[in-house]
């Protein structure tokens, strides 16, 4: 009955998003987080979370746990990636902050009190919830600290290809 408010969660991100683009979280998280990253990879990352979004919402309760990732994902993006920084920064704004504080935090509240009351939260469900929304908000920042190493630095595996008919 409540797995509606997912969709609102859904929207909440994308809002989330244009708060962070509007006032430069690349910038920021470059200076801030040391984090590299550039606008395509903001865009990339952002729009595969849209996406989950979309996925939580379509399965909704019949998966409650994966359906809940999304309100996780949004409570630990805005606490540990906004919150947090803002407070170890003594006030230095984080673009997001403002949905992270107005809309994530009551919007991802709101999605756990609804699986609550359509009886499909549990201690298992919740906890594996946070677990999937905390491995899908480090991946893309794992894997963006792993792309510096030069294992994973393809120009140096990259080599001309012999020329056809030598």
């Known amino acids: 009955m409540h797995a509606y408010i997912l969709w ?8 989330h998003v244009v708060e962070e683009f509007v006032f430069d979280w690349r910038t920021w998280a470059s200076s ?3 984090l590299p990253v550039s ?5 990339i990352v952002n729009g595969v979370v849209v996406v989950l979004g ?5 399965v909704g309760w019949r998966c409650p746990a994966f ?5 996780a994902l949004m409570l630990i993006n805005g606490t540990f990636f906004h919150v947090l920084p803002w407070i170890l920064t003594r006030g230095r704004f984080s673009p997001g902050l403002g949905t992270a504080v107005l809309i994530f935090f009551p919007v991802a509240t709101w999605t756990y009190l609804g699986a609550q009351a359509d009886g499909v939260l549990s201690l298992e ?7 999937l929304g905390a491995v899908l908000m480090a991946s893309p920042i794992v894997m963006l600290k792993l792309s510096r190493h030069r294992y994973f630095d393809q120009r140096d595996t990259i080599t001309s ?3 056809e008919g030598t």
């Not at 606008?39 to 865009?43: E, I, T």
């Not at 359906?67 to 309100?71: E, F, I, M, Q, R």
């Open 8 to 15: 609102i969660a859904t929207l909440a991100y994308a809002l």
């Open 32 to 34: 801030v987080l040391k």
């Open 39 to 43: 606008w395509a990879l903001f865009g």
């Open 54 to 58: 979309m996925a939580c919402s379509q």
């Open 67 to 71: 359906a809940l990732s999304l309100p």
């Open 125 to 131: 469900v919740f906890l594996l919830s946070l677990l």
């Open 161 to 163: 290809p012999e020329p």
